[in-house]
């Protein structure tokens, strides 16, 4: 089963995420899954359309998701999801 | 009385001790502040921020500020377009306002790019106000468009207290906008106002009013800190008269507080123009009028006067009966108890106010 992990940051707003074992085939899947485990954590990821937020960067083992937009990138079950804001900021 | 001071770095709320104003307590540390309201009604204190990195958020508090909420956040829906093929995503949460007495969980919400939304339970749930969502002028960017910012945005929301379903927003850039059957239809209400910087400056739609409020007991009055001066109507917004002090100080700026009993008397802080986003010689002044307008008075006494490159925005200026308070975008607030006459500095290292409100 694939893993997720996240920036430290989100801890501000859901103080018990972890890094944890997840259902999900796709990027878009395994996050409805963490949706479903901390309810609202979607929205701080993704925008109104599903798309990822510009300042929010996801990573598949090490690298980039290519599908910003729907979040299609095919998760396998030892890949591991990073979700990382970007570098931006003063 | 409080008062609540949203930065770009956090919420300030302060209360009036003894013989000053102190601060009771910073919330939301670290995070922007873009909108700071409190419905009259119930005493709720909603705060809108504006991360950086995770979008638009709404939070609440019921007991002031001890203990606080979110709600899920407003959304445009799937397929809503900015501009035909660009999809509408909320980027800023630009202001609030209680929908009367008679609709007790009524809220609007004025929103950036130009979505005005509607809750009927206390900003549990938001809906897009589709009516004016599809306004034939809003999806023309000749009539609606960004200026300041990269997108139209909705930073007024003034409600007839003789009428809740009689309703007016103001739109940077668009222009005033009333709706007399609660949001079904809504109709430009731009007339006297000037659009200088446009080829043609007597538009129906393309104004840029920085801030519009009307006064509570004579609601037909109606003032506005316009890009192109300030802007008062006596007559529902039928017709809008230039109060502009063509050869004084009060005419560019953003922010604007009114008497919600005399409406004579209003206050505004200038900038020098524009392309000049200063104080008039470097020297902060708040312009006051009781007169409706015909003539303004500079109030400087306990501003500093020397080299000052604050400049206030269109949601930092407050008043509740005799005290005004503002913020400046260098981290600045000030305090009158005395209706504008004379100023104390309250805090002077905050950092760039975006929302001041009385509590």
């Keep these: 089963m694939p893993t997720i992990r996240f920036t430290t940051a989100l801890q501000r707003f859901f103080p018990t995420l972890k890094e944890q074992e997840v259902a999900g085939r796709t990027v878009g899947e395994v996050l409805e899954e963490v949706e479903a485990r901390y309810p609202g954590i979607k929205d701080y990821v993704l925008d109104e359309q599903g798309r990822l937020r510009q300042h929010v960067n996801i990573f598949l083992s090490g690298e980039l998701i290519e599908d910003k937009e729907t979040l299609q990138d095919k998760v396998g079950d030892n890949d591991e999801v990073y979700v990382f804001q970007a570098l931006s900021g003063g | 009385m409080k008062l609540l001071v949203g930065t770009s770095k956090g919420l300030i709320v302060y209360h009036r001790a003894v013989a000053s104003w102190k601060i009771e307590k910073a919330h939301f540390i670290g995070m922007p502040i873009s909108m700071v309201y409190t419905d009259p009604r119930t005493n709720t204190w909603w705060v809108g921020l504006a991360h950086r990195h995770w979008g638009q ?50 809220l609007w919400l004025g929103t950036e790019p130009g979505g ?36 139209p945005f909705i930073h007024s929301i003034v409600v007839d207290p003789r009428d809740e379903n009689h309703v007016y927003i103001a739109v940077s850039c668009a222009g005033v906008f009333e709706t007399t059957d609660g949001g079904t239809s809504w109709a430009p209400c731009n007339t006297g106002l000037v659009a200088a910087y446009l080829p043609n400056p007597d538009v129906e739609v393309g104004h840029d009013p920085h801030l ?42 953003f922010a604007l507080a009114i008497d919600h009993e005399d409406p004579d008397k209003a206050w505004v802080i200038p ?88 509590s």
């Design chain 2, 57 to 106: 958020k709404l939070h609440y508090s019921q007991d002031e500020g001890r203990s606080w909420q979110v709600v899920p956040m407003p959304k445009y829906p799937a397929g809503a377009e900015y501009r035909p093929g660009k999809p509408a995503t909320l980027k800023k949460v630009w202001c609030m306002q209680q929908a009367g007495p008679g609709r007790p969980g009524g």
């Design chain 2, 116 to 151: 005005l939304f509607y809750s009927e339970d206390n900003g549990q749930h938001f809906e897009l106000v589709e009516s004016l969502w599809n306004h034939p002028s809003r999806l023309d960017e000749n009539q609606w468009f960004g200026a300041g910012r990269d997108y």
């Design chain 2, 212 to 253: 519009m409020l009307a006064c509570r007991a004579y609601p037909d009055v109606i003032w506005q800190q316009n890009h192109c001066g300030i802007f008062r109507t006596a007559n529902g917004g039928q017709n809008w008269d230039n109060v502009t002090d063509k050869n004084g100080l009060a005419d560019y700026g």
């Design chain 2, 271 to 358: 900038a020098v123009s524009d392309e000049m986003r200063v104080a008039p010689d470097l020297a902060l002044c708040v312009c006051r009028t009781e007169n409706g307008g015909r003539s303004w008075q500079a109030l400087r006494r306990g501003l500093p006067q020397d080299h000052c490159f604050d400049i206030v925005f269109r949601h930092s200026l407050a008043k509740q009966h005799n005290v005004l308070a503002f913020g400046t975008t260098t981290g600045n607030l000030y305090l009158s108890e005395d209706y504008g006459d004379s100023w104390s500095c309250v805090s002077s290292h905050l950092a760039r106010v975006d929302a001041v409100t009385f």
